[in-house]
């Protein structure tokens, strides 16, 4: 069960990259040495993959959330200044325009959490893994 807490959760994302760069550090002192790869490092490559997916779909769900978050914050603090230019509190022209600066943040958190959304969905098929490899670069 992974911690509910941000700074928990970050703290055990922190530990499993030291344990993996010692791995790695481990692996590069065999290869050096002439040792072949045997199963067990083909196995532990495999199981170190299916964990890179699994914490890259963990921070998309997290990117989405806050992109939503952030939208919603901008569409409450636009109905705020829609509010006051109506009740003609300080300068209603300003409180108009800042209130369309919102929804236009807003708009462009939701489009941020699309694409967010679309990058998962192709990183969650086997083509997409392979589509982000090096071959695929410009």
Do not use: C, W
Not at 90 to 112: K, V, W
């Amino acid at each position: 069960m992974e911690p509910q807490d941000p700074a928990a959760a970050a703290a055990q994302r922190a530990g499993a990259a030291t344990r993996r760069a010692r791995e790695i550090a481990d692996r590069l002192t065999r290869l050096a040495s002439g040792k072949r790869t045997d199963m067990n490092d083909v196995r532990d490559a495999q199981e170190h993959a299916q964990e890179a997916r699994d914490r890259a779909g963990k921070s998309f769900d997290r990117a989405i959330a806050g992109h939503e978050r952030a939208a919603r914050s901008h569409e409450r603090t636009a109905e705020a200044h829609e509010q006051a230019a109506l009740r003609g509190v300080g300068n209603p022209a300003d409180h108009r325009r800042q209130a369309e600066r919102h929804r236009h943040d807003a708009q462009a958190d939701l489009y941020e959490a699309e694409l967010d959304r679309q990058m998962a969905a192709r990183r969650a098929t086997p083509e997409g893994d392979e589509a982000d490899g090096p071959e695929a670069m410009p």
